[in-house]
């Protein structure tokens, strides 16, 4: 664990150390921890600068000294900011882990995910005698075109999940998304057997068998569109 300085502490001390180093004029630093913006001045005096910069040795605040002040000519001000960029802010500071957009769990998804395991579950007993696997479900924003995937373990090649896209669920009737589901079914029976994950001869057998249109391609009537299967 590190020690947490208070921001306010860490602002004065970084504040002394500037204006040591020749800094004028500043009437406030504010430090912030936004890494699009390392250093800013504003009219009114007040100076934002990243708060990584507080551990910068006296060479890098000088470049900062540099930046801000105001009669620096060009070349020197240039320099000043390829030192002060240069400066690993993020290994002090490090960023926020933010939640990302394709992992986010929103409202209603829990209830859609037990859904889709119960519907697995349902034809896993119907069509394959309850031999496949419990997979994990993801519903997934990224997929636009495509309805369903299934992911295999790159070493094992076992399944470890099915994904369902999003748009699919929200865009088209249940019994389209059951499709899906049985379609990546498929795939998944294809790798606990042994066999190669595609859409050749087995696969075609074993869709017909489930009652499934055996292709990669399928046409969702309800919006009148071409979507694939991964
Ligand atoms: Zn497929």
Request: glycine content about 6%.
């Amino acid at each position: 664990m590190t020690q947490q300085r208070s921001p306010s502490l860490e602002a004065w001390v970084l504040g002394r150390r500037l204006e040591l180093l020749g800094l004028r004029g500043v009437k406030k630093l504010e430090l912030h921890e936004n890494r699009t913006v390392m250093v800013t001045l504003t009219e009114r005096g007040v100076l934002r600068l990243h708060r990584g910069y507080y551990y910068a040795p006296d060479s890098v605040l000088r470049a900062v000294v540099d930046f801000v002040s105001p009669r620096v000519p060009r070349q020197r001000r240039l320099q000043a900011e390829r030192e002060l960029l240069a400066f690993p802010v993020g290994d002090f500071v490090p960023p926020k882990p933010r939640p990302s957009r394709n992992g986010r769990v929103r409202p209603g998804d829990l209830r859609l995910i037990r859904e889709l395991e119960k519907l697995h579950r349902k034809f896993n007993r119907e069509y394959f005698g309850g031999k496949l696997s419990a997979v994990r479900i993801r519903l997934s924003s990224r997929m636009r075109t495509r309805l369903g995937e299934l992911t295999l373990d790159e070493r094992t090649h076992r399944p470890v999940e099915i994904a369902i896209s999003r748009r699919h669920l929200e865009r088209d009737e249940w019994s389209e998304v059951e499709h899906t589901m049985l379609h990546e079914m498929v795939h998944q029976w294809q790798a606990e057997s042994g066999l190669n994950v595609d859409h050749g001869p087995a696969f075609r057998r074993k869709a017909l068998e489930v009652g499934i249109e055996p292709r990669a391609r399928r046409f969702v009537r309800s919006r009148r569109r071409a979507a694939r299967y991964g």
